[in-house]
């Protein structure tokens, strides 16, 4: 089943560039959707690298499909379409990739943030953005096969009737309508305290609660305060180190203690220097380093914050090291 509409402005002009049969042309028309589909690819893979990756096949897969677009459906809906299945053939892929230890099955160890520089530029979009794309919900979706991932993201995310999932999967009404009734009953399990209408809207803008922990929390590194690092952290604070661990919940003197014997605060000499950032539209901050004999700081650690009633309630850091996708200055 299909959009029953005649084509439109765009769609004819995607049309008559397939027409032509000429690729700089073809770029300039499905080069607009790019940041839309690399954030899709991401709800559907967690990793930024992936997802850029399938971006780029999908891409590719309609170069080489254009003459399969008749206008029948929109040029959005078909890149979707086309996306989609690209990241459900990776899927299939990386499901060979060597499995954690038994004790981390559960986790994604896989994750990696989202720089919110490369998200839609669409204010549409951008409402939506935020609840989305958090790493929380990231993760939680990656917690659904496949299949049922990419059904409940185009049905509750994108918004798309049940008719249209089911034509982009391959799938009949019957199964799309049991794959989203299974994967809403796992998304709640995975975040009991998150609504479940996505598409309504909702704030992206951090508030000042979160930026004034953010400046405390940079504030405590710059200056090697333990304590006032460890006032910051909520009790019992969800904490991960990706890729290295999965997530785990300690006190907020675990945590602490923790870093001082991974080699981290020794003696209270570390010449840490710290910027303040947002990632998948969260607080953050890139923690840079400088080591003896070493004139610059260099980065260290990006520290994405989850902040709940002015406390960090869950802290998942990344190596920072290995992303120059992130867009942070090389050196402080």
């Not at 995310?157 to 019957?174: E, M, V």
Request: proline share 7%; charged share 25%.
């Amino acid at each position: 089943m299909t959009d029953a509409r005649l084509p439109g402005a765009d769609e004819a002009t995607f049309i008559a560039a397939v027409r032509s049969d000429d690729p700089a042309r073809f770029a300039l028309l499905t080069e607009r959707h790019r940041r839309e589909l690399q954030v899709h690819c991401y709800r559907m893979l967690a990793n930024y690298e992936d997802a850029q990756d399938m971006t780029q096949e999908t891409f590719l897969r309609a170069w080489n499909k254009r003459d399969s677009f008749k206008g029948h459906a929109t040029l959005r809906t078909w890149l979707y379409r086309i996306a989609t299945n690209a990241c459900l053939d990776f899927l299939d892929k990386r499901n060979d990739r060597t499995p954690p230890p038994a004790e981390l099955a559960s986790e994604v160890l896989y994750l990696q943030p989202y720089p919110d520089r490369m998200l839609p530029e669409d204010p549409q979009e951008s409402v939506v953005a935020r609840e989305t794309i958090e790493l929380a919900f990231i993760v939680a979706v990656q917690h659904l096969p496949p299949r049922q991932r990419a059904v409940f993201i185009l049905r509750d995310i994108q918004g798309w009737p049940a008719s249209k999932a089911a034509d982009a999967l391959t799938l009949t009404l019957a199964s799309v309508t049991s794959a989203l009734q299974r994967a809403r009953v796992t998304i709640r399990e995975q975040l009991p305290d998150r609504r479940l209408d996505w598409r309504r809207p909702a704030t992206h803008e951090l508030s000042q609660d979160e930026r004034d922990v953010v400046k405390s929390y940079i504030d405590a590194h710059e200056r090697n305060d333990l304590d006032a690092l460890m006032s910051l952290l909520r009790a019992n604070l969800r904490f991960a180190m990706l890729p290295e661990t999965g997530t785990l919940t300690m006190t907020a003197q675990d945590a602490v203690d923790g870093w001082v014997r991974g080699g981290l605060f020794q003696h209270g000499h570390d010449d840490w220097r710290c910027i303040p950032t947002t990632l998948n539209r969260m607080p953050a901050a890139a923690l840079y380093l400088r080591t003896p004999g070493n004139p610059k700081h260099r980065p260290y650690t990006i520290a994405v914050l989850h902040i709940v009633d002015g406390k960090i309630a869950e802290l998942t850091g990344f190596d920072a090291t290995d992303k120059p996708w992130l867009g942070l200055p090389p050196t402080l």
